[in-house]
């Protein structure tokens, strides 16, 4: 089945615990993206990646890392998490940028 | 600035009546624009892709106007059902082409 996969689907850290989380796709996507959503704000890009060792901003990029070392795996990494990155989290994948984009089931991370 | 507005207050329709959706935007030229559904808690699913040279697209019960003057789309639902309450999002892509930036979202609810 096609699916792009978040893990953990839930996570409780604290403010300055470094954490990671992963993003699966099983399409071939060349394109892939993180994008956070927040009451009031909606989703907002986060950072994205056109292709292997490829990756850019988006709107919302500081505090926030990725890497695509393998074109498969997109992980979203907080080096150092503070209270307003609160906030659920997908991870989505397409074709390429002018594509529908895939999403995951999303992560809601919680920062105290 | 660009901006994407859609109704943040939710439309509330009878079992059976077209609901109509409404994506407006600014200082954007899109070649094409989405839109998605999205369920509490889960990620966006994509449902139709509208480009700038087309006027309307239909997918079963749904249909989708692009006014580029008018620098707006529509979204139909016609005979809606409970089970199309949802967010809807609309999405078009930056002027770079390279980032999908999402609306707000509109909340159906269809009542039986």
């Known amino acids: 089945e096609a699916q792009v996969t978040q893990n953990p689907r839930y996570l409780i850290t604290v403010t300055g615990k470094k954490l990671t989380v992963t993003c699966s796709q099983n399409?071939?996507?060349?394109?892939m993206s993180w994008y956070r959503q927040d009451p009031g704000l909606g989703l907002r890009q986060i950072y994205y990646?056109?292709?292997?060792?490829?990756?850019d901003k988006g709107d919302v990029p500081e505090g926030y890392k990725v890497s695509r070392k393998e074109k498969r795996n997109f992980p979203l990494i907080l080096e150092s998490p503070s209270p307003n990155q609160t906030s659920l989290y997908f991870c989505?994948?397409?074709?390429?940028?002018?594509?529908?984009?895939?999403f995951g089931n999303g992560t809601r991370l919680t920062v105290t | 600035s660009q901006k994407i507005e859609q109704n943040s207050e939710a439309l509330n329709i009878q079992e059976g009546k077209t609901a109509t959706l409404t994506c407006n935007y600014t200082?954007?030229?899109?070649?094409?624009l989405q839109w998605y559904r999205q369920d509490p808690g889960r990620g966006p699913v994509f449902l139709l892709l509208?480009?700038?040279?087309?006027k309307e697209k239909r997918k079963e019960r749904l249909k989708v106007t692009f006014d580029t003057t008018l620098k707006q789309s529509l979204f139909h639902i016609t005979a809606s059902q409970p089970a199309d309450s949802a967010t809807y999002l609309c999405?078009?892509?930056?002027?770079?082409?390279?980032?999908?930036?999402f609306g707000g979202g509109t909340r159906l609810m269809v009542k039986p």
């Open positions: 509208i480009r700038e040279n087309e």
């Open positions: 989505a994948s397409s074709l390429g940028y002018n594509s529908p984009l895939h």
């Open positions: 200082n954007y030229s899109p070649a094409y």
């Open positions: 399409m071939n996507h060349e394109y």
């Open positions: 999405a078009l892509p930056n002027n770079a082409g390279n980032m999908l930036t």
């Open positions: 990646s056109m292709n292997v060792e490829v990756t």
